[in-house]
């Protein structure tokens, strides 16, 4: 049952005047339940829960932490229709991709619970003491990894499950020790609101501490100021527009106690398109990227953004049997109006500049918040001169890059801002070209694939999501896989300090 309130820990408030409401994009209407913004006396009672809970949660053993995150899976499951129902109603999405959504967020869940059955995760070193060395003895040294502190982590619209209050960010910090407070999407408050009941739910039945978890509501900047700038706040996760994570990202700088934002940002994620494939498997490649473009409605932080070719009149048939087959599957929803205004906006960026030909686009009639996906082309020569091409258009958009020979293909992957993925398509014919176009690809990107889509990211230990800026704001660290927890801890080393007071990692 939805209240519209925030969770201040385990305390349903709403002490403000102020209230949104969601949308159903598909129907272009309204949802019925106002969401009451958090007020700053709440957002300051949510950290000062959340410091307090520090003290006591950083010291619960991990088979403990690993308990809660299983209940929270556990909840999430039991939310059942309720959730999903409510995951379409504010989003778009398909029945399907809720269900898979879910899936992931409690995949996500239970895998960092096993990672933090053992200690393994927190890189535990020992150097031990050498009394006799000359001329000065050498202590004994022990290092760990601790959490860092409270974290706050904004909820992303194109994931309301799996990168939102239950997403991957929330379940590394809780399993790191950390305390979270979600900044709440305002596009699946609702969404937000059902998996925050099934978190505390779950630190009620685990006997976790009152404030290890609060979900805020808020929209226009107010709510989401406010936290990153509280000086009990020690990071921040983000996943959104390149805007929204550099402005938190200065705000957190500019404080008298700098921390930490990992923002994952914007990518039009190249993909190589080399002349053997265009030769042997045009038809097949056209098809396989047409869906790619289209997924989810392209609302992906790795949708194929920008396809880099070599010109000549077989790229220009692939160019436009791939224009034909995107725009031939049906449009889709897009996960809110606004999103939709920032699709139409940003794609006339790109399709207005001098150079740029409009290949194929769905013009028919359509309904309000659907997506005209759109294929457009332009020459490697005309892209080197105008970075307004290199706009990420949010939703099934793509820019055919035709680059005049080889070199000019590897000078405009050099002229790319960081990206989250570069992608090879390649025959063996292809191969004595492909260590420098992969010597510039690794330059840009986190992850390079081969043969294959940069969409649909995999969970696990060897995954990298982020990349140089502006994919992510610390090309060091990945959001998605197991890895993700490093974000959240520091390293802490015991100089010859007593074993029996050591944590249980350190001693011998
Ligand atoms: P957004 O505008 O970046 O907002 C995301 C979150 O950050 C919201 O909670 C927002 O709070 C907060 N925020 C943004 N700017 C802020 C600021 N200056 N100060 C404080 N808080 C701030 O992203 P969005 O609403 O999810 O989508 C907008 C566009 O971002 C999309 O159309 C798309 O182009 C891009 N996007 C990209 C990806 C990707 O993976 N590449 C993912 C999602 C979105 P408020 O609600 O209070 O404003």
Redesign the pocket.
């Known amino acids: 049952m939805i209240t519209g309130k925030n969770y201040i820990g385990n305390q349903l408030k709403a002490e403000g005047t102020t209230t949104h409401k969601t949308v159903n994009p598909k129907l272009n209407t309204q949802n019925s339940t106002p969401f009451y913004q958090a007020t700053l006396n709440e957002v300051n009672e949510a950290v000062a829960l959340a410091d307090s809970a520090f003290k006591v949660y950083r010291n619960i053993p991990g088979e403990q932490r690993a308990a809660f995150l299983n209940a929270i899976a556990d909840e999430i499951l039991a939310l059942d229709t309720e959730l999903t129902d409510m995951y379409m109603s504010e989003s778009g999405l398909p029945e399907g991709r809720a269900q898979g959504e879910r899936g992931r967020t409690i995949g996500q869940l239970r895998a960092f619970a096993d990672l933090i059955l053992k200690d393994e995760w927190r890189n535990v070193t020992i150097d031990e003491a050498i009394p006799t060395r000359q001329p000065l003895p050498k202590s004994d040294i022990r290092k760990t990894s601790i959490p860092i502190g409270p974290v706050v982590v904004?909820?992303?619209?194109?994931f309301p499950l799996a990168f939102s209050t239950a997403g991957g960010d929330t379940a590394s910090a809780l399993a790191s020790g950390c305390p979270v407070i979600v900044?709440?999407?305002?596009?699946h408050s609702g969404t937000g609101e059902l998996v925050a009941s099934a978190i505390i739910k779950a630190a009620e039945k685990t006997g976790m501490p009152n404030g290890v978890f609060s979900n805020i509501t808020?929209?226009?900047?107010?709510?989401?100021?406010a936290l990153?700038k509280h000086p009990k706040v020690k990071a921040v996760g983000?996943?959104?527009?390149?805007?929204?994570?550099r402005?938190?990202y200065n705000?957190a700088a500019e404080r008298n106690e700098p921390i930490p934002v990992f923002a994952?940002?914007?990518?039009i994620n190249p993909v190589i398109v080399m002349p053997n494939v265009i030769e042997k498997k045009s038809a097949e490649t056209a098809t396989t990227y047409a869906g790619s473009i289209t997924v989810g409605t392209g609302?992906?932080?790795t949708n194929p953004g920008l396809l880099l070719t070599l010109a000549g009149d077989k790229t220009d048939a692939f160019i436009k049997d791939l224009a034909e087959k995107t725009v031939a599957i049906a449009p889709q929803c897009m996960l809110h109006p606004?999103?939709k205004d920032?699709?139409v906006s940003?794609g006339k960026i790109v399709t207005s500049q001098p150079g740029v030909e409009i290949v194929g686009q769905i013009t028919n009639n359509i309904e309000a918040n659907f997506a005209a996906s759109t294929i457009c082309t332009v020459s490697g020569s005309d892209f080197l001169t105008n970075p307004k091409m290199h706009t990420?258009v949010?939703g099934p958009f793509s820019l055919v890059v035709k680059a005049k020979d080889q070199a000019e293909l590897v000078e405009v992957i050099d002229s790319l801002e960081g990206q989250l993925t570069g992608t090879v398509l390649a025959e063996k014919e292809d191969f004595t070209e492909l260590p420098v176009i992969a010597d510039a690809l690794q330059a840009k990107v986190g992850r390079i694939i081969f043969n294959g889509v940069p969409t649909g990211v995999e969970v696990c230990e060897s995954m990298t999501h982020g990349g140089p800026y502006p994919a992510s704001s610390d090309a060091r660290f990945t959001a998605v896989g197991l890895g993700a927890i490093k974000r959240w801890i520091r390293p802490f080393s015991f100089q010859d300090w007593p074993t029996e007071l050591l944590p249980t990692e350190l001693r011998n």
Do not use: D, P, W
């Open positions: 904004f909820a992303a619209s194109n900044k709440s999407h305002a596009m808020g929209s226009g900047r107010v709510v989401g100021t990153v983000f996943t959104g527009s390149i805007a929204g994570g402005a938190l705000l994952e940002m914007g990518s609302q992906f932080c606004n999103i920032g699709f940003n990420e949010f």
